[in-house]
């Protein structure tokens, strides 16, 4: 399977900091980029390529901290694993948030620091996987439309975790990795994507755009080149004031051509006579 792969991450034009991290497949950046990042990986290479990005829940501490650890420890999850499968990668989620809950009680300034994360996992048989907490998305081009294929983990009002005056509450999250101040187990979000035979083309992106950019302006920004939709995604998170970190990624996979069973022939194909002299 051929993938391209572009990704850009900025603080935004409120927040002095980026709490947001993105990953593509082994590659993590969280400090504010001044243009998007192309990557390519050609039919034939092995190995599981996991493309991602995390958002530091806002107001938490350290929630810089929290989307790195969360997309390292994922990342580290996911190349020990002998089988990549819907199992197996819930459990790397799970794991992730137990991890995250342990240094965040461990260490007082890291207390109640959590993330939410979105992500695509491609393996070295063509299997994608899907898979995210909280209300980080990813979206299926198909045509000129976008489908949505996450549901958020939030709600208009409530909170997550428990209760406590030192940490700002999340507000909505229904759930997310870490960001809890007594621990309960979380229950990711995890499918295999049944590939076409054509290329798919994946959007995702952390609330920072969603919650400033409508579906119907994120549709008007694609163009052909990722580059560009990318630029003119962030543009409109701009005009709408980007009042949170802003990340985004395209990922596009084509699936090798399948190879074309050779035709049979027949003697009279040929020419030839079944009972030759």
Not at 13 to 36: H, K, T, Y
Not at 109 to 122: N, R
Not at 188 to 215: A, N, Q
Request: hydrophobic letters at 40%.
């Amino acid at each position: 399977m051929k993938i391209d792969c572009v990704a850009f991450t900025h603080n935004g034009l409120v927040r002095s900091n980026n709490e947001d991290s993105i990953l593509c497949d082994g590659w993590m950046r969280n400090r504010q980029m001044l243009a998007p990042v192309r990557f390519s990986f050609a039919s034939g290479e092995p190995g599981t390529r996991v493309f991602a990005l995390a958002d530091g829940l806002g107001g938490h501490s350290s929630g810089e901290v929290a989307s790195q650890f969360a997309l390292s420890n994922l990342c580290s999850s996911i190349a020990d694993m002998p089988q990549v499968s819907e199992a197996s990668i819930a459990d790397a989620l799970r794991d992730a948030h137990k991890a995250l809950f342990n240094v965040s009680i461990a260490d007082p300034s890291y207390k109640g620091m959590g993330a939410t994360v979105a992500g695509v996992i491609a393996d070295e048989t063509g299997a994608v996987h899907l898979f995210h907490v909280g209300d980080s998305r990813i979206y299926r081009r198909e045509d000129r439309f976008l489908q949505l294929l996450t549901v958020d983990d939030r709600l208009d009002s409530g909170g997550y975790g428990e209760v406590d005056p030192d940490v700002q509450p999340t507000s909505s999250l229904l759930q997310c990795l870490g960001g809890l101040v007594e621990f309960s187990e979380v229950e990711p979000h995890v499918v295999r994507f049944e590939m076409s035979e054509l290329s798919e083309t994946f959007l995702l992106c952390s609330d920072g755009l969603s919650d400033m950019v409508s579906l119907d302006e994120m549709e008007e920004s694609f163009s052909q080149s990722h580059d560009v939709t990318i630029r003119a995604l962030f543009d409109r998170a701009k005009a709408a004031g980007a009042k949170d970190n802003v990340s985004i990624m395209i990922i596009e996979m084509t699936p090798d051509p399948r190879p074309q069973a050779a035709p049979s022939i027949s003697p009279a194909d040929t020419g030839a006579s079944e009972n030759p002299l």
